[in-house]
């Protein structure tokens, strides 16, 4: 299976003991870093250098967590190829709008700055992946006994993600090359380029079972 | 029914669940700073420790810290890039820049080589196969540097240099047949199935090297292919 990224699962490691062990101390060593749940009750609050999550932030949240999760999650999943690292990333971008608090022009711009932050959240997270290899939906499919989707995701999961993510905007998502070059903040050509090798990586390895509609 | 309408039913079997929106959910409530990270939530609340206790803690965290900045800085093949955090007031267009990932198409190898930050060797594509084929130039934020061949008939090879001796193929697959040959007194490791190759990979201790045939070809095919980087 071909990736377009190397890995680094020491630094992934150290990273995760870093963090924990930095949570730990910090509960440990004070209340200057305390989470502050939403629905804390006035006066029952303690002080705190951290933003507070407004109530209509919180629910705006849930409400897009509602409508985009399950497409959000297939995304991330497209990426990672384990449900634990794509509900992380879920999370992480629903984390990343109650913070950044954007302003959207409309319905399509929110999805696709949901889309945009889940990809690039992806990539950063697939480089130290390699060893978390449990893949579910393949574990899922076997057990059905669907083969026939199985070596489909198989042979997309093979793609180098470049290809993999506008292969699943493309046919998944039903995004057109113009909008997935604004999602991946990359130029058209090169979505269309990345398309069209895609399929033909695609082709390469279904040979004459090859059949995405074009 | 066609493969994209099996995609979609594939990808349709990843859902997410009710436990798992109210998980996230939690997490969100519970977010804190600008720096979120994995499962937030997961530390509330005050734990009483002793003072050893915290000593032990804190040495453990710096030597995290230390075992973090060694893997890092020195590890060949490592793309963690880091993410800049997302403005707080930001509008939405510029917060979605909070984190970058990027590969640089170049337009030759000339261009291939000042990206990597090192001479790129090209192997000669008429040896395996892709005599005119499109070639694609791709250097990776680490140095790594990629070339990659897409014949007429939409068959592909990749071809990988990097600094360092690791393994950078990105093929975990297994294969029925290794075989080591010697290509200019350099050890070569070719992978595939019966006395089909499909990947090389060897290393001249200071750069590692990787070429990919997904179509397979016979080891004469590639002690030339091989032979067309290791001979320059």
């Not at chain 1, 991330?76 to 990343?96: K, V, W």
């Not at chain 2, 020195?74 to 890039?81: A, E, S, T």
């Not at chain 2, 694609?136 to 897409?150: H, N, R, V």
């Given at each position: 299976?071909?990736?377009?990224?190397?890995?680094?699962?020491?630094?992934?490691v150290?990273?995760?003991?870093?963090?924990?062990?930095?949570?730990?101390?910090?509960?440990?060593?004070?209340?200057?870093?305390?989470?502050?749940?939403?629905?804390?009750?006035?006066?029952?609050?303690?002080?705190?250098d951290?933003?507070?999550?407004?109530?209509?932030?919180?629910e705006k949240?849930?409400?897009?967590?509602?409508?985009y999760?399950?497409?959000?999650?297939?995304?991330?999943?497209?990426?990672?190829?384990n449900?634990?690292?794509?509900?992380?990333?879920?999370?992480?971008?629903?984390?990343?709008?109650?913070?950044?608090?954007?302003?959207?022009?409309?319905a399509?711009?929110?999805?696709?700055?949901?889309?945009?932050?889940?990809?690039?959240?992806?990539?950063?997270?697939?480089?130290?992946?390699?060893?978390?290899?449990?893949?579910?939906?393949?574990?899922e499919?076997?057990?059905?006994?669907?083969?026939?989707?199985?070596y489909?995701?198989?042979?997309?999961?093979?793609?180098?993600?470049?290809?993999?993510?506008?292969?699943?905007?493309?046919?998944?998502?039903?995004?057109?090359?113009?909008?997935?070059?604004?999602?991946?903040?990359?130029?058209e050509?090169?979505?269309?380029?990345?398309?069209?090798?895609?399929?033909?990586?695609?082709?390469?390895?279904l040979?004459?079972?090859?059949?995405?509609?074009? | 029914?066609?493969?994209?309408?099996?995609?979609?039913?594939?990808?349709?079997?990843?859902?997410?669940?009710?436990?798992?929106?109210?998980?996230?959910?939690?997490?969100?409530?519970?977010?804190?700073?600008?720096?979120?990270?994995?499962?937030?939530?997961?530390?509330?609340?005050?734990?009483?420790?002793?003072?050893?206790t915290?000593?032990?803690?804190t040495?453990?965290?710096?030597?995290?810290?230390?075992l973090?900045?060694?893997?890092?800085?020195?590890?060949?093949?490592?793309?963690?890039?880091?993410?800049?955090?997302?403005?707080?007031?930001?509008?939405?267009?510029?917060?979605?820049?909070?984190?970058v990932?990027?590969?640089?198409?170049?337009?030759?190898?000339?261009?291939?080589?000042?990206?990597?930050?090192?001479t790129?060797?090209?192997?000669?594509?008429?040896?395996?196969?892709?005599?005119g084929?499109?070639k694609s130039?791709?250097?990776?934020?680490?140095?790594?540097a990629e070339?990659?061949?897409?014949a007429?008939?939409?068959?592909?090879?990749?071809?990988?240099?990097?600094?360092?001796?690791?393994?950078?193929?990105?093929?975990?697959?297994?294969?029925?047949?290794?075989?080591?040959?010697?290509?200019?007194?350099?050890s070569?490791?070719?992978?595939?199935?019966?006395?089909?190759?499909?990947?090389a990979?060897?290393?001249?201790?200071?750069?590692?090297?990787?070429?990919?045939i997904?179509?397979?070809?016979g080891?004469e095919i590639?002690?030339?292919?091989?032979?067309?980087?290791?001979g320059?």
């Amino acid at each position: 299976m071909y990736r377009t990224e190397l890995y680094c699962e020491q630094g992934y490691v150290a990273g995760r003991i870093l963090f924990y062990l930095l949570q730990v101390f910090a509960a440990v060593t004070g209340k200057k870093n305390q989470e502050r749940p939403l629905s804390a009750a006035a006066g029952q609050s303690e002080k705190s250098d951290v933003a507070h999550i407004t109530p209509e932030t919180a629910e705006k949240a849930e409400q897009l967590l509602g409508i985009y999760g399950s497409q959000l999650l297939r995304f991330s999943y497209s990426y990672l190829h384990n449900m634990a690292d794509a509900e992380d990333i879920l999370q992480e971008t629903m984390i990343r709008f109650v913070q950044t608090q954007p302003v959207f022009e409309n319905a399509a711009h929110e999805k696709a700055w949901l889309f945009r932050v889940a990809a690039n959240l992806s990539k950063n997270r697939i480089d130290y992946n390699r060893l978390r290899d449990t893949d579910e939906l393949e574990e899922e499919l076997a057990a059905k006994d669907r083969q026939d989707l199985s070596y489909v995701w198989e042979a997309v999961r093979q793609l180098p993600v470049r290809y993999r993510e506008v292969i699943h905007l493309f046919y998944y998502e039903g995004y057109s090359t113009a909008e997935i070059a604004q999602i991946l903040a990359e130029k058209e050509a090169t979505v269309r380029s990345h398309l069209n090798r895609g399929r033909s990586r695609l082709k390469d390895i279904l040979k004459e079972a090859y059949d995405f509609e074009e | 029914m066609t493969l994209k309408n099996k995609y979609e039913e594939a990808m349709d079997h990843v859902k997410m669940t009710d436990e798992m929106q109210a998980r996230i959910m939690t997490g969100v409530r519970n977010a804190q700073g600008k720096a979120a990270g994995g499962r937030s939530g997961e530390f509330r609340g005050h734990i009483h420790i002793s003072r050893n206790t915290r000593m032990i803690i804190t040495f453990a965290a710096v030597a995290a810290a230390a075992l973090l900045v060694v893997s890092v800085t020195g590890i060949p093949g490592n793309r963690v890039v880091p993410e800049q955090a997302g403005s707080q007031a930001g509008t939405a267009d510029s917060s979605m820049d909070q984190a970058v990932w990027s590969v640089t198409e170049c337009a030759d190898i000339g261009e291939l080589s000042e990206k990597a930050g090192y001479t790129v060797k090209e192997p000669d594509a008429d040896t395996f196969g892709f005599k005119g084929a499109v070639k694609s130039y791709l250097a990776y934020p680490d140095g790594l540097a990629e070339i990659e061949y897409t014949a007429d008939d939409g068959s592909t090879a990749i071809y990988r240099m990097s600094p360092g001796e690791e393994d950078n193929s990105g093929d975990y697959n297994s294969y029925d047949a290794v075989s080591q040959i010697n290509v200019n007194g350099t050890s070569v490791a070719l992978k595939g199935n019966g006395s089909i190759y499909v990947l090389a990979i060897w290393t001249d201790g200071s750069y590692a090297y990787s070429l990919g045939i997904p179509k397979g070809e016979g080891q004469e095919i590639w002690q030339k292919a091989v032979s067309s980087v290791t001979g320059k």
